[in-house]
């Protein structure tokens, strides 16, 4: 009986090891990431007091989460923060005009900050060029897909996101800011933390809009 006991244990430590095994291959290994321990309100300086860090599968982590206290201190909320919430680099600010001078928001619009892959292609871009937004989602069952979100986007401000985005994904180099309605900012915000990535294509001069989607599945 003692014996059968053994084996049994063993078996049963062995299916439950594979069975990790398997989940962390779908959901990726745990990862450190910021969250905050309070709600924030917008605008609001960050403290190390509001600050905390929470492991959780790399697969659910923003592409833009941030890692180190270090990394937040001194900013200010750019959105108001839930307790729990991830921090990221697009939902903290420095405050330093997000809004490229000369170029005031309208009635209905927004400014959205946002981390992007590829920001070299965006060098040299200057306030008032217009871009297409790619997204790229994480291939959940089956293959992932690309799709352009939105056309004619003006850009505001570039700036590269340095150490701040170097996370578990680590496809985002550059954080840029966007002229968009406040239904885009939503779905861009939101897509910050469903999409592997978002991309940035500068648009020639005097394009017109497609006004069609376009989409592909790799």
Request: charged content about 25%; glycine content about 10%.
């Amino acid at each position: 009986m003692i014996a059968l006991a053994v084996v049994c244990g063993g078996l049963a430590a062995s299916r439950v090891g594979s069975r990790e095994a398997e989940v962390e291959a779908q959901i990726g290994k745990p990862v450190s990431v910021l969250v905050a321990r309070a709600d924030i309100p917008a605008g609001r300086r960050i403290g190390s007091e509001m600050l905390g860090v929470r492991r959780v599968p790399a697969r659910f982590a923003p592409p833009d989460a941030l890692i180190d206290p270090a990394e937040a201190r001194s900013l200010r909320a750019a959105v108001a923060l839930e307790r729990g919430a991830y921090i990221t680099a697009s939902s903290l600010t420095d405050r330093a005009a997000p809004v490229a001078a000369g170029s005031p928001l309208r009635r209905g619009e927004r400014a959205v900050q946002v981390a992007v892959a590829g920001g070299e292609t965006l060098a040299g871009a200057a306030p008032g060029a217009r871009v297409d937004v790619l997204v790229t989602s994480e291939p959940r069952s089956g293959a992932g897909r690309t799709w352009v979100a939105l056309e004619d986007v003006e850009l505001l401000a570039l700036r590269s996101g340095g150490a701040s985005l170097e996370t578990a994904k680590g496809s985002a180099t550059t954080l840029a800011t966007l002229r968009v309605t406040l239904r885009q900012a939503v779905f861009l915000t939101a897509a910050q933390s469903f999409s592997r990535e978002l991309r940035l294509l500068p648009r020639p001069p005097g394009e017109p809009r497609r006004g069609m989607r376009i989409e592909a599945s790799l």
